[in-house]
Structures are given as C-alpha cells and as structure tokens.
C-alpha cells in the first residue's frame, strides 16, 4: 500500500510557507465552501454551557432526528466521531479479514482493514472509462472467487472520482453480496450531491449493508468530528460495543442537528456547488492537454498533461498559497492526477489562474 497523503492538511502547509492557515485557500478537502451555516454557529454558542457536561453517549436528539428523516429506527444508527471513526471500528467489530475495494478510491478501507489483520484486493475503475465504476468486474470476482472475500468496500459518489454508482446496480451488488454473506459498507460521505443513489433506506432491507455518512464535508464542520453508521440494529450494536464512550462532543452533536434541519443552506450549497462544478469544469478543460473527468461531487479529478507530475503542480500552486490534493500517491491512480474541490467562484478563478500559471513553470 502507498503512503498516502490526505488533503486538507492546512497546518503543515501554513507551517512550511511560513504563513497562517488562514492565509491559504484549501481546495484539497472537499469542505462546503460557504463555511459552517449561520444555525450551526448558532447552535454551538447555545450548547457552550454544555460544555461542562459529558456529552450525551446516545447522542438521542440526532438519532432521533435523523431516524425521522429517514424511517429507520434509532436502533438503526450509531453516530461516531467523524465517520473515520466508525470506518476504523467496523473491521474489528465484523471481523473482516478479506475486502474487495472498488477503486481507485479514499485510501482509509484499505488503512482500517490493515489495521485490523486483514487484507484487501483491489478492482479498479479504468481511466480509458472516465473511471466509470467497475461493478460487473467487481459482480464477476465476487462470482468467481467464492470465499476470497467477506467485504466489499464502496464510496458514493467516488472520492477522488467523484463518479456514482447507480442505485439499480447498487441494489443488484447488495442482492448478491448478501446472499453470500458479504459485507457491502457503503460510503455515503458525499451522497448529498446524489441523495437519489443513496441506500440509507435499504438498510433495513438487506442485514449485511452498512451505509457511512458524514457531517464534515457538506456542513463544513471537519473540525468537530461527527459522523454515523446506519445498519441493521444487531450489526450497530455489535459496532457500538467497541466505540470507547462519550466519544461524540456536546459542540459536534449540537451543530449536526442544527445542519440537518437548515433547508436553506442545503439548497444554497446544492446551488453553487452545481454552477461552479459546470463553469470551473468548463474552462479547466479549455486549458489545452488537461484532462477533467465527469464528476456528481463537489470535487473534480484533473489529469495533468504527460510533462508535469501532481507533487511539482501542487507544489507550485501552495506556492501561491493554494492548495490541492495530489492523488498520485492513490491505488489505481498515476503520478498526474490532481484532485480540487469546488469552492466560490472567487476562489475558483484563483485556482484557474493559479494552475494557468503553475503549467507554465
Ligand atoms: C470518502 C471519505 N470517507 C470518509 C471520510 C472521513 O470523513 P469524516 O470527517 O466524517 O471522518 C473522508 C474524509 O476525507 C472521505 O473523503
């Protein structure tokens, strides 16, 4: 496995330029770029005085809300301290030693199952197809390689791809995992941007589907930590008993229900992130031998032209106090793709100067 990099190190970057957080512009973590909503602040000067309580371990007002929104029940969930946390807890609380990754995708499944003994195989999406997800090859290999796996790891929408799966294979995929007893964990991190491709609701169909969802990137909110596991109840529980308590904060949980129940910074994300994602597209693909691929996130996959590795552009960018994800250290991908996240149109037409620019030395 390849020593990965995440994006959104802003603090090792500032460090190295010499600068403040503050003074650079992330575009390498897919964060909503209009900064957590005017109810979450809100929400977090009320819950201070909670401060001095242990959170509540249930965490029963999210549960709660979030089994309203959904027609599961609260037994359905177990929220986590950033969905990494449940992601981690998952291969030890399943015993799973045997995963089938669809890829080339977040590097974590891969961590998380290492980390608990096991190991991983890979099936990768091509590049010759715009990094269509493989779900025949991955159906096939399940088929054919009958006890080889006991877990298929899945994101959707694809980080770094920002490529979904339909619902309609995603359905065809659980149907015949579950008949073998496979795990299919679904990573639902960014489904926001595709709710129509969500399996949230099937959970409660299929008992070996999980489905993993995080506050951090829609509601701007990574630094709280928050996330949440929705299953079948045996299979939460079974999660649960291994997360160490009081491992949700009073501020994180305060502010995750506070953005659920914000429309209208849904909508006004929705919005912009659409026409940025089309107009950003548009005008990165003019610049001549860049290559973009098609993306439903809020986030593009860049192919560089053949001279220029990811590590030198994205050097040259922070430079410019700019940062963006260098994907070359990812399973699947090479040493030109770069990954930017869809931010305002400001910001984005810095990031289009500042690559202009950055190809020309
Ligand atoms: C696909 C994917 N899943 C999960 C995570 C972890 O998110 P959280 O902040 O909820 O732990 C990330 C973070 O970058 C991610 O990109």
Redesign the pocket.
Same mark, same amino acid.
């Given at each position: 496995m390849k020593e990965d990099i995440?994006g959104g190190n802003l603090y090792r970057a500032a460090r190295e330029r010499g600068c403040r957080p503050s003074d650079l512009v992330d575009f390498s973590?897919s964060i909503n770029p209009l900064g957590p909503s005017l109810s979450v602040l809100r929400a977090l000067r009320k819950s201070q005085w909670m401060l001095r309580h242990y959170p509540d371990p249930e965490a029963h007002d999210l549960v709660q809300a979030l089994s309203r929104r959904s027609g599961l029940t609260p037994a359905h969930y177990l929220i986590g301290n *950033?969905?990494?946390e449940l992601?981690y807890l998952l291969p030890i609380a399943l015993s799973i030693t045997k995963a089938l990754i669809i890829g080339p995708t977040?590097s974590e499944y891969e961590r998380a199952v290492h980390r608990a003994g096991g190991h991983c195989t890979h099936v990768s999406a091509s590049r010759a197809d715009d990094y269509r997800p493989p779900i025949e090859e991955a159906l096939d290999l399940m088929r054919t390689g009958k006890g080889r796996f006991d877990t298929v790891f899945l994101?959707n929408p694809n980080?770094p791809t920002g490529r979904v799966i339909g619902k309609g294979d995603l359905l065809k995929l659980v149907a015949a995992l579950g008949d073998g007893h496979i795990w299919t964990i679904v990573?639902e991190?960014f489904i926001e941007f595709a709710p129509e491709h969500s399996m949230l609701q099937e959970v409660s169909k299929h008992p070996r589907l999980l489905v993993l969802r995080?506050f951090?990137k829609f509601y701007a909110i990574?630094g709280l930590?928050i *996330?949440y596991l929705a299953g079948q109840p045996d299979v939460v529980e079974q999660v649960r008993r291994r997360q160490p308590p009081w491992s949700v904060n009073v501020l994180a949980q305060a502010a995750a229900l506070a953005g659920l129940k914000d429309t209208a910074y849904r909508k006004k994300t929705l919005a912009l992130i659409s026409d940025e994602r089309t107009r950003l597209g548009r005008a990165l693909r003019e610049i001549p031998d860049l290559q973009v691929f098609p993306s439903e996130a809020n986030f593009l996959l860049i192919e560089l032209p053949a001279s220029l590795r990811a590590s030198d552009v994205a050097e040259r960018l922070r430079d410019r106090g700019l940062l963006v994800r260098d994907c070359s250290t990812i399973a699947g991908l090479t040493e030109r793709m770069v990954r930017v996240a869809i931010r305002t149109p400001r910001e984005n037409d810095l990031l289009l100067r500042a690559i202009e620019a950055a190809l020309h030395g």
């Open positions: 995440h973590a *950033g969905s990494m992601l977040f994101c980080n990573d991190s995080s951090t990574p930590r *996330g």
